[in-house]
């Protein structure tokens, strides 16, 4: 601004002269405090953050915001998109395919919401009530676990069990990773060890299980044995560096490393520790089952089983040549050791390269080198964790469980719960000009040759 515009009364004058002061370089120090200038000055730095932030009130960049390039979102379990609708989606699938990381972005965490409507939570009034057969019984705020408490950080995937196979574009050719495997997160989640609870409780002798229930009553509520409370199950009140989102279970939630989604129970308020599990709450004994190849059920499916699946490429190859096959792997059992991948239909396999950290109930990333001719192809990976879970193919897990691949073609999925834990090596075709389509139900090789 040339000195002619400065306005005078804005000058900062010396005050035994009466002159402008000038800084070092020559330039005079001006107060805009009050001036027009600077109301005109904050309207158009205010105005960059577009309409749909720069016309408030409150300047949200402070906060933070995305590009309106980037526009990822979670897929609804009935529709795609946004949506103006009071009531959410019961289940929201994570873009897995846009993740750029192991970590999954809090906004774009997976959601099953089994309560029908999110709470607006005062934190300042939340308590949690350790009770049941413990010698110390005991009521604690929020604040006090927050900043009383030992503070640990681990990063561990979350899944549903349902995972891979309920979507109802899961057989679609159109389908992305986020359809398929999208039910499955990663975090770093923040907040105090369940033992530490625990043992200021004092565990009396006989107990065996621990029941974790929200303020919400039976749809909120599960069963866990009191062995994993010890190990390594937390209460977590931190993800990515952020209080947890409401939708994932603000203000505190229970993480059980590697167990089934529904055993992580949002809003935690009580913990009952018991000799036997809450069966007749919410679904655990109903809902979540496994029927048996005998007819029988199966109760208290904990820890779910070892997946990988290819992100890129997706959709369309963009020419000839060189390119980075990537993807993620998770498994309840532990770390990681193996992801092999194909590129010729289950012909052959190669290794691919583990990104760090390789951590235990945590996705992990893995890359592959290809060069692509232009022929069609049929892309796939296959993982193996530390205890020796193999990732096996549609036949072999459809032997396994005793429900038949014309089953798991059907929408419904034929038989009472066929898809749960559905784990199966995921297919993609890629044809010549490019497009990639999901190729779960082509007869191909894959389908029954995924011995390591």
Not at 26 to 47: C, H, M, S, Y
Not at 127 to 136: S, Y
Request: glycine residues 10%; positive net charge; aromatic residues 10%.
């Amino acid at each position: 601004m040339d000195e002619q515009d400065i306005p005078r009364e804005a000058m900062v004058k010396d005050p035994w002269t009466g002159e402008p002061l000038r800084d070092p370089e020559g330039n005079i120090v001006v107060d805009w405090t009050g001036t027009p200038q600077l109301k005109e000055f904050n309207g158009r730095l205010r105005a960059l953050g577009g309409p749909r932030f720069g016309t408030r009130e409150k300047d949200w960049r402070l906060y933070g915001y995305r590009s309106r390039y980037v526009t990822s979102y979670r897929y609804g379990h009935m529709y795609d998109g946004p949506t103006s609708i009071a009531t959410p989606p019961p289940d929201e699938y994570s873009p897995i395919e846009e993740q750029l990381g192991a970590v999954t972005p809090s906004s774009l965490h997976y959601v099953n919401q089994h309560s029908k409507e999110l709470e607006d939570i005062d934190p300042r009034t939340w308590v949690i009530h350790v009770f049941g057969m413990v010698d110390r019984p005991f009521k604690v705020s929020l604040g006090d676990v927050m900043d009383r408490l030992p503070r640990v950080s681990r990063m561990h995937f979350m899944e549903c069990n349902q995972n891979g196979g309920y979507h109802p574009a899961r057989n679609a050719k159109w389908a992305r990773a986020g359809h398929i495997y999208g039910e499955a997160s990663c975090s770093v989640w923040t907040g105090v060890l369940l033992s530490t609870l625990l043992d200021t409780a004092g565990v009396r002798k006989g107990a065996s299980w621990l029941n974790v229930g929200s303020k919400e009553g039976y749809s909120d509520y599960s069963s866990i044995p009191l062995a994993k409370g010890y190990d390594d199950a937390m209460l977590a009140y931190g993800q990515n560096g952020e209080p947890v989102r409401p939708e994932n279970g603000y203000p505190i939630r229970l993480l059980v490393p590697g167990f089934e989604g529904r055993r992580n129970t949002k809003r935690v308020a009580r913990i009952k520790v018991t000799n036997e599990p809450a069966n007749g709450i919410g679904e655990m004994s109903t809902g979540y089952t496994d029927v048996r190849k005998d007819g029988k059920v199966r109760w208290h499916r904990f820890e779910m089983p070892a997946r990988s699946i290819i992100l890129n490429p997706q959709v369309q190859m963009h020419g000839h040549g060189f390119h980075e096959i990537r993807g993620l792997t998770w498994s309840g059992g532990g770390k990681i050791t193996r992801v092999e991948v194909t590129t010729d239909g289950g012909k052959t396999w190669r290794g691919a390269k583990l990104q760090e950290p390789v951590l235990s109930k945590a996705m992990t990333k893995f890359v592959l080198p290809w060069q692509w001719n232009g022929e069609e192809a049929l892309l796939a990976s296959r993982c193996i964790d530390e205890r020796g879970q193999v990732q096996p193919s549609l036949v072999q897990w459809s032997k396994a469980t005793g429900h038949a691949v014309e089953d798991l073609r059907r929408p419904d999925g034929g038989k009472p719960n066929p898809r749960w834990r559905f784990c199966v090596i995921q297919p993609w075709k890629i044809s010549r000009d490019g497009k990639v389509t999901n190729a779960i139900f082509d007869n191909n090789p894959i389908l029954d040759n995924s011995h390591f």
